[in-house]
T-cell receptor, first 113, second 114 residues
Framework: NAGVTQTPKFQVLKTGQSMTLQCAQD?????MYWYRQDPGMGLRLIYY???????DKGEVPNGYNVSRLNKREFSLRLESAAPSQTSVYFC????????????FGQGTRLTVV | QQQVKQSPQSLIVQKGGISIINCAYE??????FPWYQQFPGKGPALLIA?????SEKKEGRFTISFNKSAKQFSLHIMDSQPGDSATYFC?????????????FGKGTKLTVNP
């Protein structure tokens, strides 16, 4: 079982460049999430999708957009990368919005120079 | 706004000792309190969780103590082992009718020396 798969694992961008982080889960989960992890800041929610066809802002949505492509896939897009977006990004999924166990991917380490 | 306060930020324990990590919250609408464990280069994984109608939950060497009146909960790792060295996050979830999202503490980096 792959669980939650994120691509790429590492990425370096120049300021102003755009990119899309991909996430896919094979657990037939309804809800998916994007977090960023920064030293001393814990995990902060960027966007989430409670179910296919819906997306909502989390705690730190500015500078990001998301697409819930289908039930399996949830992508995060940086339209114009900034150094403040240097972080480790995690995708997670839960069976549904009320379910409590979140399964995380292995993360994408993004550096914006 | 950080709604779950976690301490300490880092912790060093000798092998065989007890590791204790504390968390506090304000919002009484939280209805589920999980702890996640994260090893370097990996995503967090659920370790143990508790609901507020229970004062303690134990799974092997890991115990959550929950004090509803004080709005505090803690993770105790008994007989700590070098393999327990990781970052631990407490979290809380708003119940039905709320956002139903997890809010995480800032994390505690645990080092268990051999």
């Amino acid at each position: 079982n792959a669980g939650v798969t994120q691509t790429p694992k590492f990425q370096v961008l120049k300021t102003g460049q755009s990119m899309t982080l991909q996430c896919a889960q094979d657990m037939n989960h309804n809800s998916m999430y994007w977090y960023r992890q920064d030293p001393g800041m814990g995990l902060r929610l960027i966007y989430y999708s409670a179910s296919e066809g819906t997306t909502d802002k989390g705690e730190v949505p500015n500078g990001y957009n998301v697409s819930r492509l289908n039930k399996r896939e949830f992508s995060l897009r940086l339209e114009s990368a900034a150094p403040s977006q240097t972080s480790v990004y995690f995708c997670a999924s839960t069976r549904d919005r009320l379910n409590t166990e979140a399964f995380f991917g292995q993360g994408t380490r993004l550096t914006v120079v | 706004q950080q709604q779950v306060k976690q301490s300490p930020q880092s912790l060093i324990v000798q092998k065989g000792g007890i590791s204790i990590i504390n968390c506090a919250y304000e919002n009484t609408a939280f209805d589920y309190f999980p702890w996640y464990q994260q090893f370097p280069g990996k995503g967090p994984a659920l370790l143990i969780a508790i609901r507020p109608d229970v004062s303690e939950k134990k799974e092997g060497r890991f115990t959550i103590s929950f004090n509803k009146s004080a709005k505090q909960f803690s993770l105790h790792i008994m007989d700590s082992q070098p393999g327990d060295s990781a970052t631990y996050f407490c979290a809380a979830r708003m119940g039905r009718g709320g956002s139903e999202k997890l809010v995480f503490g800032k994390g505690t980096k645990l080092t268990v020396n051999p």
